[in-house]
T-cell receptor
Framework: AQRVTQPEKLLSVFKGAPVELKCNYSYSGSPELFWYVQYSRQRLQLLLRHISRESIKGFTADLNKGETSFHLKKPFAQEEDSAMYYCALVSSNTGKLIFGQGTTLQVKP | DAGVTQSPTHLIKTRGQQVTLRCSPKSGHDTVSWYQQALGQGPQFIFQYYEEEERQRGNFPDRFSGHQFPNYSSELNVNALLLGDSALYLC???????????FGSGTRLTVV
């Protein structure tokens, strides 16, 4: 079964601390993985795609096929990073986007 | 580019009624997917439309149906509303799934 698991509902860190939001997936084949972010009162927006291997707003994510993980990292958290983060995968066969439950990141001053 | 637009933004309906939600995809996108997001949960896939046909369907009953028009816009219809249908309904568009999906702001449906 295709599944995305985000084990932490809430992650609270202080400003300037490193951040790692965990994401594990279950998928037979080569998935395409994404991180989406939803800031307060804003729409869901794409943060990262694993294919592009880029860094957005200081965040990076590396696909680890051996551990079936796609953790989101940032070396120094900022208060404006506080938001809900969703990990998602797209089935290459169906084009269906499957989301994890989401992790709320709270960056304290 | 207005991106993905959804209407209405909020809606209150009574149990047993029917509702229609609308979505206009981002310019250049031809695929529309609908999601249900309950409070505190991740979005759950309802179905996807491409070339005016339902291509994929999630684990939702037949009370949930949809349509895609020639201009790629889409409607989500829910019949015989239940209290449990109260949620944020999100529309997402893409170009056949490539380059990720762009989401609308959603329609907040409350069933009383």
């Amino acid at each position: 079964a295709q599944r995305v698991t985000q084990p932490e509902k809430l992650l609270s860190v202080f400003k300037g601390a490193p951040v790692e939001l965990k994401c594990n997936y279950s998928y037979s084949g080569s998935p395409e993985l994404f991180w989406y972010v939803q800031y307060s009162r804003q729409r869901l927006q794409l943060l990262l795609r694993h294919i592009s291997r880029e860094s957005i707003k200081g965040f990076t994510a590396d696909l680890n096929k051996g551990e079936t993980s796609f953790h989101l990292k940032k070396p120094f958290a900022q208060e404006e990073d506080s938001a809900m983060y969703y990990c998602a995968l797209v089935s290459s066969n169906t084009g269906k986007l499957i989301f994890g439950q989401g992790t709320t990141l709270q960056v304290k001053p | 580019d207005a991106g993905v637009t959804q209407s209405p933004t909020h809606l209150i309906k009574t149990r047993g009624q029917q509702v229609t939600l609308r979505c206009s995809p981002k310019s250049g996108h031809d695929t529309v997917s609908w999601y249900q997001q309950a409070l505190g949960q991740g979005p759950q896939f309802i179905f996807q439309y491409y070339e005016e046909e339902e291509r994929q369907r999630g684990n939702f009953p037949d009370r949930f149906s949809g349509h895609q028009f020639p201009n790629y816009s889409s409607e989500l219809n829910v019949n015989a509303l239940l209290l449990g249908d109260s949620a944020l309904y999100l529309c997402a568009s893409s170009s056949q799934g490539r380059e990720g999906y762009t989401f609308g702001s959603g329609t907040r449906l409350t069933v009383v």
